[in-house]
């Protein structure tokens, strides 16, 4: 500390943070110790350091806590409807490329409900940002089980513990195509904000799934401590293992957390399958939409 | 505004009503469609699949019919006119973005080519028992518009209705075909484009910081407007105010949904789409629509060889229900007749509507084929009676 620092603030002054964010809506609906504002912080410094047209960034949500994104996110945003914001977004981005658009939502959401989507997505490369913060439960209805909720948790909907294998989201979006795929928790920050500036800037597929604390849900009924608690398991669990086969990286209820960037891979992407397609086929009497597609 | 012509395939045509329901949705200015295959209404995006790349467009096969009903809704807030195309059990499945459309004031066309049902039914069979799950099939107070073609011309013509309806009161707007009319072939003729009026989509002319995106006109519908233009909106399907943002407010639920209902208030007074022959001195009324409207025709024709006055009240709009008009016919008639591939879904209306002025008599059918007219007929001649 020196003693020019001082508490403060100067006139004028803003979290950098609040230029993306609709400050007309706070306060959040999110809970103390909630990972989701935290995985929003990234996300804005990554709109910072990607330096994309903010104007062109679109954000679609499905429903639940973090479907709730979009509705903070001062950008073009769409809250839609539970599990499908996935083709909302590959309809946006097929009628507009220039647009960028980033799906924000959860693992009930994006991987129960919504599973078929992100599957097609992937397989199909759609030049989408999903990113997925996995508290492992369905916090908005009450905590309920997701397929991702770990064996042996408690929840409102397994009170005898949760025996149904879960999903590896990581190694399902691997095998289902994902030009991109990698994990972090809301410990690992400057991580997270590393690779959403990374998918920012890469073509197709991208996924990044953010493991995240539900303190008020999970956590508790879990017996797992609060929020600082399970921060420093997040600390203490992880492994970083870039390039890691995601078939080793599955996730337990207390085990360890391989997080790292998975898969990075470079496949033709929808619209760039598309438009081989049609000028092969079709020459010059293939018509490309009005916002260009064939780059 | 008149049509685009790169979309318009000017000229006399042969086609089936799925192909010529491709064509108007073409000629109104769709250039995405996104649909799930299912009988009988595949031709459409069939059609829609082989013309877009040469008209400028995208096409896509969803996985399924949830994720087609919600494409087409991400393609309109990008900017583009969009539609999807189902039948029965597909229909089913995209009820509840027929609700996210109506909520966000989603301008798109929800096709509908009905088959037999209940469930899977019969899938290459005529029915027109989808025509109160097209009004009420999502959860919620809402309004659509939804309009029955009766011929392959008019599944062009009313397609072009559909999407322009659609942008005017930003609805979703479902086109009720059935099976017989989806696959008969006729005449079709497609105008010229300057022939083709089309109502383009109304964007705000406000700047960003002024504009609010549900903030109604005097019409009570909101102007446009859509993603990548600078003006950082937000669209949920929550209760939301005139801003965008949720709101849980039992005032702004009522503001809102009231508002939903109220801006289609035009289309039920005065502006519905009807076709009548010989109400001046009808004394029986013959209510009808889509293929069942066709075998209608016969049935009046054999009932006025009898000497019976039997008219013709076919309904093109049938919602919002031209009730004011089955209102007023039913002060000076005995009886309506209505015929329909179900068991008894618009007749509801017509009651309503009547309110026991005149006797209404249905002409049910399970559906699977059409009606023999004599069963119309005796209908007719008892109602007469």
Not at chain 1, 130 to 145: D, E, L, P, R
Not at chain 2, 41 to 47: A, D, G, K, L, Y
Not at chain 2, 305 to 321: E, H, N, S, V, Y
Request: charged letters at 20%; hydrophobic letters at 40%; proline letters at 6%.
């Amino acid at each position: 500390m020196t003693e020019t620092t001082t508490l403060e603030i100067p006139e004028g002054a803003q979290n950098p943070v609040e230029p993306f964010l609709r400050m007309d809506r706070m306060p959040h609906i999110w809970c103390p110790g909630c990972g989701i504002g935290t995985t929003v912080n990234c996300f804005t410094r990554a709109l910072l350091d990607s330096k994309v047209n903010l104007d062109k960034v679109a954000v679609v949500s499905g429903i639940g806590c973090t479907g709730r994104v979009a509705g903070y996110a001062r950008l073009d945003s769409f809250h839609t409807t539970h599990g499908r914001a996935i083709p909302f977004a590959t309809g946006m981005k097929l009628a507009n490329p220039e647009l960028q658009v980033v799906v924000y939502s959860g693992d009930g959401d994006l991987f129960a409900i919504g599973g078929n989507h992100f599957i097609h997505a992937a397989r199909r490369n759609m030049d989408l940002k999903v990113i997925c913060v996995n508290n492992m439960t369905y916090a908005m209805t009450g905590g309920q089980s997701s397929s991702t909720t770990p064996a042996q948790s408690i929840s409102a909907t397994a009170p005898y513990g949760a025996f149904e294998p879960t999903f590896n989201l990581v190694a399902l979006a691997e095998a289902a195509g994902a030009s991109y795929v990698a994990r972090w928790t809301t410990f690992h920050v400057k991580q997270l904000s590393r690779s959403m500036t990374e998918v920012l800037h890469k073509k197709g597929f991208c996924f990044i799934e953010v493991l995240s604390p539900c303190p008020t849900l999970y956590q508790r009924r879990n017996k797992l401590g609060d929020a600082l608690e399970t921060m420093k398991y997040y600390k203490a669990a992880s492994k970083i293992r870039n390039g890691a086969p995601t078939s080793e990286t599955a996730l337990s209820m207390k085990g360890e957390i391989i997080v790292g960037k998975f898969v990075d891979r470079d496949r033709p992407d929808y619209l760039e399958l598309m438009c081989h397609q049609y000028t092969e086929q079709l020459g010059e009497r293939y018509h490309e939409q009005e916002v260009p597609a064939c780059g | 505004m008149h049509a685009d012509p790169k979309g318009v395939l000017t000229g006399v045509h042969f086609l089936d009503g799925d192909h010529s329901c491709c064509e108007g949705a073409l000629a109104a200015g769709a250039r995405f469609a996104a649909g799930y295959p299912i009988t009988p209404s595949t031709e459409v995006v069939e059609r829609f699949a082989s013309r877009i790349p040469t008209v400028g467009g995208i096409f896509i096969q969803m996985e399924d019919e949830l994720a087609a009903s919600i494409a087409i809704q991400g393609a309109a807030w990008a900017g583009v006119k969009a539609f999807t195309v189902t039948s029965g059990p597909g229909f089913s499945l995209m009820m509840e973005h027929i609700g996210l459309a109506a909520m966000t004031e989603t301008p798109c066309v929800f096709v509908n080519v009905q088959r037999g049902g209940p469930s899977t039914g019969l899938p290459t069979l005529p029915g027109q028992a989808d025509m109160m799950q097209a009004r009420w099939g999502s959860h919620g107070d809402y309004g659509i518009i939804a309009l029955c073609p009766n011929s392959p011309q008019e599944c062009f013509d009313l397609t072009i209705q559909a999407f322009n309806l659609s942008e005017e009161f930003r609805v979703p707007v479902m086109m009720m075909l059935d099976e017989c009319v989806g696959h008969m072939t006729e005449k079709v003729v497609i105008p010229e484009p300057d022939q083709i009026e089309i109502t383009p989509r109304r964007y705000t002319k406000l700047p960003p910081e002024e504009y609010q995106p549900f903030a109604p006109r005097e019409d009570l519908v909101p102007d446009m407007v859509r993603a990548g233009e600078g003006y950082r909106f937000h669209i949920t399907g929550l209760t939301h105010d005139e801003r965008g943002y949720p709101n849980m407010g039992t005032e702004a639920q009522d503001r809102l949904v009231r508002r939903l209902l109220a801006k289609l208030k035009p289309l039920s007074n005065g502006r519905a789409l009807w076709e009548t022959e010989n109400l001046e001195d009808a004394d029986v009324v013959v209510v009808s629509y889509g293929i069942t409207s066709r075998v209608a025709q016969r049935a009046i024709q054999l009932a006025r060889a009898r000497g019976i006055r039997a008219g013709k009240f076919r309904l093109i709009t049938a919602w919002p229900f031209p009730a004011e008009r089955i209102r007023e016919l039913a002060g000076r008639v005995k009886a309506f007749v209505v015929p329909e591939l179900n068991l008894g879904q618009m007749v509801l209306e017509v009651e309503r509507a009547a309110a026991g002025q005149a006797k209404v008599i249905p002409v049910s059918h399970a559906g699977g084929t059409v009606h023999n007219p004599d069963t119309i007929l005796k209908a007719i001649v008892e109602a007469a009676r």
